[in-house]
């Protein structure tokens, strides 16, 4: 795969002058890349080993405040500083910046060195360790749904975020003409993550006009979570470069379908897919049905870690492709979890919950946290629900809101066992931080309902 670097490889471009900036990144709790440009001739000579950033960034929200409530961190303490840790086998180039390379760190604690136990990639690589214990790696995929809309970020911010006119008129779902007409950032999109060294697919219009899918191939669960950390960010940056704005906002629209992340799943040892197996019904393992179960019955409980704002659950609703209930189905895209491959070596299940905002490192972990518990526990997998799923009054429901959802995270024993009562209650605070800012908030409706008939 091109543009992957070994350290030797990013030294010898630094010194023939081919790279002169390195970004040295971590990813925050919103899924962001966060970090330094650093001069390439001091990243390779010194600060390989490692640099510093304020531990406020693992305790903030979209807009860089520092609420309070988080034992982490604090004015009180005065804001310290962790270690980032540049992880050397993520180094690569980044083609659609010039003379430039990127790597990603691990976020440690300043004093002890130990990881920082609520960092994304802390959180899913303690649940790869857990499977390893167990003789099983995860393979994993996701899907990254945006829309393109026609004006810039700089455009659309000043306009007060009114008016926003998709890149296209009409439902573009898998239409090859209206993509036609955005090949101009789709293609370099597509290009310039390949030349990064991402697997990519492919990408394809979808079910909305200006929404646009992008398609990485399964891989290692570490990579998947990179991987699309870095397409998200890119996706961003070359939309702007060209003159659009690429949002991944959940549901921008009340009249407009929302964007998604499917998450697929599976897992493996010794390099075979222990999910198949050719003589069991849909060719899916009895280890598969644990792991559904658990994926299942722990749902409600990890929604947050799907759906992590307010705006993430205006995408539920019937008739949308976007889920309600937290049941199985066999290739039924009503469902909140579908079967798919069924029958072939490439049988896995997709979650079809999470929204385009969440964060990958914190939704693969929590899924495979509750995998895991499913296989400790040895937990039937219920019979799959048929059918239009939207009108099954006896599936559990998805909970509706970010209130619903931060107090099933904030009652999860099963989260709390997995990733410890710190985490989960720093979680909290970043759920509840987020609903008491839009509670406090006056919005368009409001004042357009009631100004003058209230």
């Known amino acids: 795969m091109t543009g992957k670097l070994s350290f030797d490889d990013l030294k010898s471009r630094v010194a023939d002058g081919s790279i002169d900036t390195v970004l040295a990144c971590f990813v925050d709790m919103q899924g962001r890349l966060t970090g330094k440009r650093f001069h390439a001739v001091n990243f390779v000579e010194t600060s390989f080993k490692e640099t510093h950033c304020c531990n406020y960034l693992l305790a903030t929200d979209l807009e860089m405040a520092t609420p309070d409530g988080y034992a982490s961190t604090s004015w009180e303490s005065g804001y310290g500083d962790y270690i980032m840790a540049p992880d050397l086998s993520t180094i690569r180039l980044t083609p659609w910046l010039e003379g430039t390379a990127m790597v990603l760190c691990d976020v440690l604690d300043h004093h002890t060195h130990a990881p920082v136990p609520h960092d994304p990639r802390a959180m899913l690589k303690k649940q790869i360790a857990r499977l390893k214990d167990l003789g099983l790696e995860a393979m994993m995929a996701t899907e990254l749904e945006f829309f393109l809309f026609e004006k810039s970020f700089e455009e659309i911010r000043k306009g007060n975020f009114q008016d926003l006119t998709p890149i296209s008129g009409y439902n573009e779902d898998y239409h090859i003409l209206q993509t036609t007409k955005e090949e101009h950032v789709m293609r370099p999109i597509r290009n310039h993550l390949f030349a990064a060294g991402l697997p990519i697919e492919n990408t394809k219009g979808e079910a909305e006009a200006g929404q646009e899918e992008l398609n990485i191939r399964y891989a290692a669960a570490l990579d998947c979570a990179d991987h699309h950390s870095i397409a998200k960010h890119a996706i961003k940056e070359i939309a702007w470069q060209q003159g659009h704005a690429a949002s991944f906002l959940p549901k921008w629209h009340k009249d407009r379908v929302g964007s998604s992340s499917h998450v697929h799943q599976s897992l493996w040892k010794d390099g075979q897919p222990m999910f198949f197996d050719k003589k069991a019904e849909l060719g899916k393992s009895e280890l598969m049905d644990h792991y559904m179960a658990g994926l299942i019955a722990y749902a409600p409980e990890y929604t947050f870690f799907l759906a992590p704002y307010v705006n993430s659950y205006k995408r539920f609703a019937k008739g949308t492709f976007a889920p309600t209930k937290t049941v199985w189905s066999v290739d039924n895209r009503t469902a909140g979890f579908r079967l798919c491959g069924a029958d072939t070596k490439g049988v896995r299940v997709e979650c079809r919950i999470g929204g385009s905002d969440l964060n990958p490192y914190l939704a693969q972990a929590v899924m495979l946290a509750a995998g ?83």
């Open 372 to 454: 895991i518990k499913g296989i400790e526990d040895k937990m039937e997998l219920a019979a799959p629900s048929t059918g239009d799923v939207y009108a099954d009054a006896k599936a559990a429901d998805i909970p509706q809101t970010l209130r619903a959802a931060t107090e099933t995270l904030r009652n999860s024993a099963f989260l709390r066992d997995a990733f410890g009562d710190d985490v989960v209650t720093h979680y909290v605070r970043n759920a509840e931080w987020e609903q008491e800012e839009f509670d406090r908030t006056v919005t368009d409706w409001e004042i357009a309902r009631g100004f003058e008939r209230a």
